[in-house]
């Protein structure tokens, strides 16, 4: 099971997220083009559809762009939460899905905490 997680900038909120360049061999193949769409299930089963995209030239760094804004505004996501990606293979069929899991932060008097799930998350 490959995962990543971050905590989020004010360049994740407001336009794109950046992602670990280890994550992308987790990823679907890119054949030889520059981005790839996959769905990642939220903690409530809900679908998301992701693009992500690499530069043509340079440093690849790769970003999820499209469907990111929809899933921050739906979960009203700010600079300071938490983001998780999974990817998940069933045993049986070999099938591969991806979860994304939000988690809220939490603050006492001002100091970070720890942070909060929305809901639990498991590759079921």
């Known amino acids: 099971m490959a995962s990543f997680s971050k905590i989020l900038s004010k360049t994740d909120v407001k336009k794109r997220l950046t992602v670990p360049i280890k994550f992308l061999k987790s990823l679907p193949s890119f054949d030889g083009g520059h981005a790839v ?5 939220d903690e409530g089963g809900e679908a998301w559809a992701f693009q992500c995209s690499v530069r043509r030239r340079g440093h690849r760094k790769p970003v999820l762009t499209r469907g990111w804004k929809a899933f921050i505004n739906s979960k009203k996501l700010k600079t300071g939460d938490k983001v998780s990606f999974i990817k998940c293979k069933n045993r049986a069929t070999a099938k591969t899905s991806y979860r994304v899991l939000a988690e809220k932060e939490i603050k006492i008097f001002g ?14």
């Open 37 to 41: 769409k996959f769905e990642a299930r």
């Open 111 to 124: 100091a970070i905490i720890g942070y909060a799930p929305l809901y639990p998350i498991s590759c079921k």
